[in-house]
C-alpha cells in the first residue's frame, strides 16, 4: 500500500466522523503541523501517534489507516491462512 494511500484512507476517516484535520490534531494532541508535515511528506507517523489519531477518531488503527475493518481483517487473515495450508499440503505431496 503506497503512503499517499494511508493518507487519502485518514482522510475518508476523518469525514466520515465530520472532523477536520485540526480538530483530529486537538483530540489526539498531536501538533496540526507536525501531522500536514508528515501528509506533505508522505510520511507514516510512529505507532504510538498513529494510535493517538485511531483512538481520537473512535476507530482501530486498521481502520483509520487501511480503511479495513476488523471484520474484514479477519476474513483476509483466515483465507491467507487456508492457502498456506494448502500450499503445505502441495510442498509435502512434492516431496
Keep these: 500500500m503506497a503512503k499517499n494511500e494511508i493518507w487519502t484512507n485518514l482522510d475518508k ?56 475493518e476488523q471484520t474484514e481483517q479477519d476474513t483476509l487473515i483466515d483465507r491467507l491462512l487456508e492457502a498456506e495450508k494448502k500450499l503445505n499440503a502441495i510442498k509435502e505431496i512434492l516431496n
Excluded: H, N, V
Excluded at 505507532?47 to 486498521?62: E, N, R, T, Y
Design 13 to 68: 476517516a476523518i469525514e466520515t466522523q465530520r472532523m477536520s484535520l485540526l480538530e483530529l490534531a486537538e483530540k489526539s494532541d498531536i501538533s496540526y503541523d507536525t501531522i500536514r508535515g508528515w501528509r506533505a511528506k508522505g510520511r507514516y507517523p510512529q505507532l504510538d501517534d498513529a494510535k493517538k489519531m485511531a483512538d481520537a477518531l473512535s476507530l482501530g488503527i486498521d481502520e483509520t489507516f487501511y480503511g479495513m
